[in-house]
């Protein structure tokens, strides 16, 4: 029997509390602002996606499978500091990375771009958005790819389109002002998570943290304390399988496909980021961080913005090397608007669901 998003809703969310402990609060908060904003909707749903993407694409689901992102858009793209302390950019979310065909990530990235196109976050044609990612991915593919380690210096800023990228404000001071909670709040792998992450006898203050959209209601904990003469702080979020578990009707706990496709990806990571005791660590800083779309500088080239997501959803992609060959010439026997067409049936797709569950 086909289920409507409600139905898919609950039994995702069912299946969720089977994974791990779901804090109730913050899917609350998650349902009202799914509610509230066509956006959002897309990003939390992603369980929704699994069911939909098959059923729309049939043509698009027999394509070479690699290690995807899979709950991939706009804003799954941010900043991190590498081993050498440059400033990278590129996929930054990786929950629900999954086997998949690769048009699975292209698609639902300009699925993302036609909604941002309607709402005019972006002012860019949605064609253009489209011809910008399958022109940046086929590239970065043929050329091995092509890591984006940013560094501060203005001609690597330009691959991005834009001029600067600048830090959340207050961001060490809001993230101070959160209120401890008692340790007998915080489970144990995630203590111990969080205490592999620190110089030894180090003392830090653990507090919840909401952030993100697809993972709200998951538990999640930052780690702040004082080093050194300045500021330090850790994530610790639970890591459960993804949607695509669900969808498959199967069930279990942990993430399996993290940590390879992060290594497998062509990038120079951030060496906080991975999976310590069945929680996804990462580092929390100003500049280790998401980047949503319209915090971007108004003045940026938005042709040049997409081509490089295009690019770096390829570099994700080159993780699964041998199906490298298969995907270039899948791509050079696709019509040149099989993007186009399929982004802006799921986003049609997608806006339909949102209006039922609003």
């Known amino acids: 029997?086909?289920?409507?998003?409600?139905?898919?809703?609950?039994?995702?969310?069912t299946w969720l509390r089977g994974c791990t402990t779901v804090v109730e609060a913050a899917l609350k908060t998650k349902h009202a602002q799914m509610r509230g904003d066509l956006f959002y909707f897309f990003r939390g749903t992603y369980y929704r996606w699994t069911q939909l993407?098959?059923?729309?694409?049939?043509?698009?689901?027999?394509?070479?499978?690699?290690?995807?992102?899979?709950?991939?858009?706009?804003?799954?793209?941010?900043?991190?500091?590498?081993?050498?302390?440059?400033?990278?950019?590129?996929?930054d979310d990786f929950d629900d990375a999954y086997p998949l065909p690769y048009t699975n990530d292209l698609v639902r990235l300009a699925a993302?771009?036609?909604?941002?196109?309607?709402?005019?976050?972006?002012?860019?044609?949605?064609?253009?958005?489209?011809?910008?990612?399958?022109?940046?991915?086929?590239?970065?593919?043929?050329q091995g790819g092509c890591p984006f380690v940013l560094a501060e210096r203005t001609q690597n800023m330009e691959r991005l389109?834009?001029?600067?990228?600048?830090?959340?404000?207050?961001?060490?001071?809001?993230?101070?002002?959160?209120p401890a909670v008692p340790d007998r709040e915080v489970p144990t792998d995630a203590r111990a998570a969080l205490r592999k992450m620190f110089p030894s006898k180090t003392k830090y203050k653990i507090a919840r943290r909401q952030a993100g959209m697809g993972s709200?209601?998951?538990?999640?904990?930052?780690?702040?304390?004082?080093?050194?003469g300045g500021y330090m702080a850790r994530e610790v979020k639970a890591a459960v399988p993804s949607a695509m578990v669900w969808k498959e009707g199967q069930s279990g706990r942990g993430e399996k496909y993290y940590d390879p496709t992060i290594a497998g990806a062509v990038r120079s990571p951030d060496p906080f980021h991975r999976i310590v005791k069945g929680w996804v660590v990462r580092r929390l800083s100003p500049d280790s961080s998401p980047i949503e779309v319209d915090a971007l500088p108004k003045q940026r080239d938005e042709y040049t913005l997409l081509h490089a997501m295009g690019k770096e959803v390829a570099n994700v992609h080159l993780g699964s090397k041998r199906q490298i060959q298969n995907v270039l010439r899948d791509l050079r026997g696709r019509n040149k608007k099989w993007l186009r067409k399929a982004g802006k049936e799921m986003a049609r797709a997608i806006e339909k669901d949102w209006k039922a569950y609003a």
């Open 1 to 13: 029997m086909k289920m409507d998003i409600r139905q898919a809703t609950a039994s995702y969310e």
């Open 112 to 142: 993302s771009v036609k909604m941002v196109t309607d709402s005019e976050t972006l002012t860019i044609k949605y064609r253009q958005g489209c011809d910008a990612i399958l022109e940046g991915y086929a590239e970065s593919l043929k």
């Open 53 to 91: 993407f098959p059923e729309i694409c049939k043509d698009l689901t027999h394509a070479p499978q690699v290690l995807c992102g899979g709950d991939l858009h706009v804003g799954s793209f941010g900043t991190w500091r590498d081993a050498e302390g440059r400033l990278c950019w590129g996929v």
């Open 161 to 178: 389109g834009v001029g600067a990228i600048e830090p959340a404000e207050n961001f060490w001071d809001k993230l101070a002002e959160v």
């Open 216 to 228: 709200l209601g998951q538990p999640r904990f930052a780690a702040i304390a004082e080093y050194q």
